[in-house]
């Protein structure tokens, strides 16, 4: 199907653990973003995505890591969790840069961190 | 980071009425989104601004971007229970190219 899909949609893992959350869109769209939503905070931005191997940060980057190999794929990894780090997490993607396009966000995540 | 006051935080309103919702920045913004977020799902977009001073519907929802850059509104008419829900603003500036999203207001529609 087409759009943007996250998997897994739910992930249970131990502290410490390495994690990865992986994000495919079909659009070929050039931006792609993960964020973490949590209570109070609203959505977060982690890391973006200009285009293929081009990656910045974002406000709460630290503990993650990210790469984009593949205009259609942005996978998010927790190098080793924490607790802090139980979020759900949501990709998005949009057409490209400027003022005048949309993101499009994928069902998202639910991390916990035990 | 960019802080996006939304306000209410929450609202219990009954079937039919109308929701007035709005998002306020210290920051000027060039584009402003809205967002409607179900349990369990992603974000999905409503509708998107790109001047100030716009007006915008899409069914009973009509937005507008605020003449000053730094707000916007959100109002759905005549309610119906499946407007449930968490509403997000989220605003982009000039620079860079990420979007700022408020804490959202959740919507709670009694039949």
């Known amino acids: 199907d087409a759009g943007i899909t996250q998997s897994p949609r739910y992930k249970i893992t131990e502290t410490g653990r390495q994690v990865t959350l992986m994000c495919h869109q079909t659009w070929s769209h050039s931006y792609m973003f993960w964020y973490r939503q949590d209570l109070g905070h609203g959505l977060r931005l982690i890391y973006y995505?200009?285009?293929?191997?081009?990656?910045d940060k974002g406000e709460v980057p630290d503990g993650y890591v990210v790469s984009r190999s593949k205009t259609e794929n942005f996978p998010l990894t927790l190098e080793s969790a924490t607790r802090s780090q139980t979020s759900v997490y949501f990709c998005a993607s949009r057409l490209a840069g400027g003022l005048n396009t949309e993101a499009f966000f994928g069902q998202g995540t639910r991390l916990t961190v035990v | 980071g960019q802080q996006l006051n939304q306000s209410p935080q929450s609202m219990f309103i009954q079937e039919g009425e109308d929701v007035s919702m709005n998002c306020t920045s210290s920051s000027i913004f060039n584009t402003w989104l809205w967002y409607k977020q179900e349990p369990g799902e992603g974000p999905v977009l409503l509708i998107a601004l790109y001047k100030a001073g716009e007006l915008t519907s899409n069914g009973r929802l009509t937005a507008q971007f605020g003449i000053t850059r730094k707000d916007s509104f959100l109002n759905i008419s005549a309610s119906i229970p499946s407007d449930v829900g968490i509403y997000f603003c989220?605003?982009?500036?000039?620079?860079?190219?990420?979007?700022?999203f408020g804490t959202g207001t959740s919507l709670t529609v009694i039949p």
């Open positions: 995505s200009a285009a293929a191997d081009i990656t």
């Open positions: 989220a605003g982009q500036r000039y620079t860079g190219n990420q979007f700022y």
